[in-house]
């Protein structure tokens, strides 16, 4: 079946540090790729997309790219700001499927910036 | 910006009460799905809907929970009899399928507490 692995958190850096948080995937079928943001007392808000292979997904700085070949959905962001702290999914969603827009999510890796 | 609104944020009980959770979907969308935040699972899909009626709700103990979609503007989880083990936050989501995929939009949670 479909399922999201994302490294564990929490994951700790300075102000203006360079950010990688991994997702790998499996599914059957043509998935697309997500990245949800959670900030503390809130709900999950959708960061980025990519519904092909090779697509670059990309907001607010974060960027991650679609590798069919490594199953991989990894978020990056070249300078991360405190307000960036939060909690970060990856999901999955196979549209060709009956379930259609039913998203698989990864546990969540947590983000801590320090000023 | 339409948002999915959630009735009640916060909700203590005692052991054995009925809890009803209520979700506005965004006006127009066809699927509602409900999930369920712990620290220890993460987040769980517990049943959705579409077009009101249920697709899926495998992800939700039977014997006590019941999900429904009165109508278009209304979606309510019920549990009865609440147990401690249910504390938890739970998220209802809409969104608009099939077609162009347009993101998942989560509420801001019914914080669950049961004593």
């Known amino acids: 079946g479909n399922s999201v692995t994302q490294m564990e958190g929490p994951v700790t850096l300075s102000e203006e540090a360079f950010l990688t948080i991994n997702c790998t995937y499996t599914a059957t079928g043509y998935p697309s790729l997500f990245w949800y943001v959670q900030y503390p007392g809130e709900g999950l808000q959708l960061l980025l997309k990519a519904t092909k292979a090779d697509d670059k997904g990309s907001n607010k700085g974060f960027e991650a790219t679609y590798r069919k070949e490594t199953t991989s959905f990894h978020l990056e962001k070249g300078s991360v700001q405190v307000s960036d702290s939060a909690v970060y999914f990856c999901?999955?969603?196979?549209?060709?499927?009956?379930?259609?827009?039913?998203?698989?999510f990864g546990q969540g890796t947590e983000l801590s910036v320090k000023p | 910006d339409a948002r999915v609104t959630q009735t009640p944020r916060h909700k203590v009980t005692e052991m054995g009460q009925e809890v009803t959770m209520r979700c506005q979907p965004i006006l127009g969308h066809n699927t509602v799905f409900w999930y369920r935040q712990t620290m220890m699972q993460g987040l769980e899909l517990l049943a959705y809907f579409r077009n009101r009626a249920p697709l899926d709700d495998s992800g939700m103990p039977k014997d006590r929970f019941s999900a429904e979609m009165p109508d278009a503007t209304l979606a309510t989880l019920k549990i009865q009899p609440s147990e401690p083990r249910d504390s938890a936050v739970y998220f209802c989501?809409?969104?608009?399928?099939?077609?162009?995929?347009?993101?998942?939009?989560f509420g801001d949670g019914t914080r669950l507490s049961i004593l």
């Open positions: 989501a809409s969104g608009l399928v099939p077609g162009h995929y347009q993101p998942q939009h």
């Open positions: 999901a999955l969603s196979d549209l060709l499927s009956f379930q259609g827009g039913k998203l698989i």
